[in-house]
Nanobody, 116 residues
Framework: QVQLVESGGGLVQAGGSLRLSCAAS????????MGWYRQPPGKQRELVAT???????VYADFVNGRFTISRDNAKNTVYLQMNSLKPEDTAVYYC??????????WGKGTLVTVSS
């Protein structure tokens, strides 16, 4: 059973920073994609940032240079460094990964709350 475990969420003031981590229970080297989604209160889940086809990255427009996705293959971990946080960034942040065998995996999520 593949597990993705997120950590690093919490309460931060507007303008602050957080670093999210997503640790996978198996090697992430061969993932087709791996990254972060979020679900703001009362809204649908949306892409934040993801690796595709190895080291290529895709960011949502609202990131606008504030967030950086990175990975450590030796630790089977993907990170999301979030700077200049805004109240509208408040959401549950989910890790997502897809391996070549075709199944999509999700973590349980970590809550990020940005106060104004």
């Amino acid at each position: 059973q593949v597990q993705l475990v997120e950590s690093g969420g919490g309460l931060v003031q507007a303008g602050g920073s957080l670093r999210l981590s997503c640790a996978a229970s198996l090697s992430i080297v061969s993932t087709k994609s791996m990254g972060w989604y979020r679900q703001p209160p009362g809204k649908q889940r949306e892409l934040v940032a993801t690796f595709t086809s190895g080291t290529n990255t895709v960011y949502a427009d609202f990131v606008n240079g504030r967030f950086t996705i990175s990975r450590d293959n030796a630790k089977n971990t993907v990170y999301l460094q979030m700077n200049s946080l805004k109240p509208e960034d408040t959401a549950v942040y989910y890790c997502n990964a897809n391996w070549p065998w075709g199944l999509t995996y999700w973590g349980k999520g970590t809550l990020v709350t940005v106060s104004s």
